[in-house]
């Protein structure tokens, strides 16, 4: 039988390093896994390396592959993140919506209908069953204006 080339190696820890990014998602493996392949595509346009320079040149594009990935791709997937970055802040998710007021505001505190339940409002006195708008949001509590 005949022994496996070298560069099959390497492309074998890249497909298990993936695997392994698959399995337990944290972006490093991924990076890690493509330094492998890409280092199996060294071997073979340079077959004669020591395993020495094979290892140096995994370690370097390993390095060169996390360091594209942490300051090239990350800050444009931070900042091109899709969807409601406000997700877990319902409260925020509210601002420039309009609710009826169930308890009237006074003293500068009410309730308000927000779909099936009541939150705490914040804002001038109004009577019950005012419309009011939601202009910001202090920790739960909705802070309001009436509107006309």
């Not at 390093?17 to 492998?36: H, Q, R, S």
């Not at 020591?50 to 594209?68: D, K, N, P, W």
């Amino acid at each position: 039988m005949e022994q496996i080339a070298l560069h099959y190696w390497w492309w074998i820890l890249a497909l298990v390093l993936i695997a392994v990014e698959v399995i337990l998602p944290g972006y490093f493996m991924l990076w890690i896994g493509i330094a492998a392949g890409a280092t199996g595509l060294v071997v073979l346009v340079i077959p004669g390396l020591s395993m020495l320079s094979q290892a140096l040149v995994f370690v370097v594009l390993t390095f060169l592959s996390c360091a594209a990935y942490w300051y090239g791709l990350r800050p444009r997937l931070m900042r091109d993140e899709p969807g409601d970055t406000r997700l877990n802040r319902r409260g925020e998710q509210n601002i420039g919506q309009r609710y009826v007021l169930a308890e009237a505001i006074v003293n500068g505190r009410g309730k308000a209908k927000v779909g099936d339940s009541l939150w705490l409002v914040r804002g001038p006195d109004l009577p019950a069953g005012s419309a009011v708008e939601v202009v910001g949001v202090d920790g739960t509590t909705l802070l309001v204006r009436a509107v006309e």
